[in-house]
């Protein structure tokens, strides 16, 4: 991670929702932490070419995301992408969890957004990235 930014990728198809992430992240989580660069995309190709561009410190997927939700995407790219980012995945019900797991993301947060939780979630993802590139 780049001391000036830190680089997310926030994947939704609904543009609500990516409004209600940027909103609850702000420019920064965290004091310890530099400003946040959010790049958002709606759509599974969007996420694979960016991934694959590099340059990423995390990804933010909504797992209630149509035609390809979040879990299964975080699945995908855990399984294919060597030296994956970090990925926090929204979910809607708390029996979610289990496919959280499955989908080996790094964290899952409630819906609605929590303007508390999901900058504290992100905040200790971006520590430990920070952690890893020293």
């Known amino acids: 991670m780049t001391q ?18 940027r909103l609850a992240l ?20 969007a996420v694979l070419a960016a991934v694959d561009a590099g340059g990423l410190d995390l990804l ?5 995301a149509t035609p390809s939700g979040g879990m299964g995407l975080a699945k995908q790219l855990k399984d294919e992408v060597a030296q994956c980012p970090p990925i926090l995945v929204l979910i809607i019900r708390v029996a979610d969890a289990w496919l959280a797991t499955w989908s080996r993301a790094d964290a899952a947060v409630m819906y609605p957004v929590d303007p508390v939780r999901l900058p504290a979630a992100v905040a200790e993802l ?9």
């Not at 000036?4 to 992430?21: F, G, M, N, P």
């Not at 702000?26 to 599974?44: K, N, S, W, Y």
């Not at 933010?60 to 209630?64: A, R």
Request: glycine letters at 4%.
């Open 26 to 45: 702000g420019q920064r989580v965290a004091a310890d932490l530099p400003d946040l660069e959010i790049f958002e995309v709606a759509t599974q190709p």
């Open 4 to 21: 000036q930014s830190a680089k997310i990728l926030l994947y939704s198809d609904d543009r609500t929702t990516r409004e209600q992430v």
């Open 126 to 134: 971006l520590r430990a990235r920070l952690a890893q590139a020293v």
């Open 60 to 64: 933010i997927l909504d797992g209630e």
